[in-house]
């Protein structure tokens, strides 16, 4: 599979910085999105248009949104609660937007305080916004492999959700394992349910490397057909709602895996380590 196309989505501004305790200055998730656009990310997850109350380091999402200094080509999304949510995003000049539920009821209540099939709900108007606006919409689906709450989450929850996702019109389903104990054979499990009911061309696969195996399971899912995976510069972030939940799977160790593998990634990878360094190095500041 060598030379083949291998797209990543870069979610560090937003999954990355999302649970910081220390409050981030815009100018710099500005910064960092400008490098981001620099090294060759084609999608980035720039922001959340969710409440300050319950996620206080999305608060400046306007600000955000509409400070990027935009590269052609490179779409700027946000992730999105409800039909509020998506209104502001759009006038703000998000060019794609992302809704999220997940696999487990007992995750979804206390993530979105409401139930799967509510939450589903509401991504109705969200829907049809972006229908008018033109724009395609992600849907993620959360504790695709683990719950902290329920535990291990069958792969046919999954894929019950990924149809109905799908249903809604979502153009793109990422499979989030967001406590990140998956390991490869549960992976290729639960991403071949998936495959019975939407083809690869629209899954991705969202792996955090709380238990060091993300790369093994982007791996698994990378041989099973899915070309899209998410990443967060310098391996920031967690779920606020995911205790235990550690990082994301670093952006630069992904580029460097589809790299040795010979897949072409369109990104500069000397220039992506250089935005996590520096990304590293002002989060240690603010920090102090």
Request: hydrophobic share 45%; glycine share 12%.
């Amino acid at each position: 599979m060598a030379g083949e196309r291998v797209t990543i989505v870069e979610v560090g501004p937003r999954d990355g910085l999302q649970n910081e305790k220390t409050p981030v200055a815009t100018a710099d998730k500005l910064a960092l999105i400008g490098k981001l656009a620099g090294a060759g990310l084609s999608r980035i997850e720039a922001t959340a248009f969710v409440s300050p109350r319950w996620v206080p380091q999305m608060a400046d999402h306007e600000a955000v949104m509409r400070g990027i200094t935009r590269w052609p080509g490179v779409v700027y999304s946000a992730l999105v609660p409800n039909e509020k949510g998506a209104e502001a995003a759009l006038a703000a000049g998000a060019q794609a937007l992302a809704v999220f539920t997940a696999a487990s009821e007992s995750f979804c209540r206390k993530n979105t305080n409401c139930s799967i099939a509510e939450s589903l709900s509401r991504f109705r108007p969200v829907m049809a916004l972006a229908g008018q606006a033109g724009v395609p919409v992600r849907g993620y689906v959360s504790c695709a492999l683990d719950c902290p709450y329920e535990g291990e989450i069958g792969p046919d929850a999954v894929a019950a959700v990924t149809v109905e996702l799908l249903a809604l019109g979502c153009s793109e389903i990422a499979l989030s394992d967001t406590l990140g104990r998956g390991t490869p054979e549960r992976t290729a499990a639960m991403v071949e349910a998936a495959l019975m009911r939407a083809p690869a061309t629209m899954l991705a696969g969202h792996f955090h490397d709380t238990s060091g195996n993300a790369i093994a399971n982007v791996a698994a899912a990378w041989q099973l057909g899915l070309r899209v995976f998410d990443g967060a510069v310098g391996g920031t972030g967690g779920c606020p709602y995911a205790p235990g939940a550690a990082g994301n799977l670093a952006t630069e160790r992904l580029v460097a895996h589809f790299e040795a593998i010979g897949a072409s990634t369109g990104i500069d990878l000397s220039a992506l380590e250089q935005a996590g360094r520096w990304i590293g190095a002002r989060l240690r500041q603010t920090a102090q």
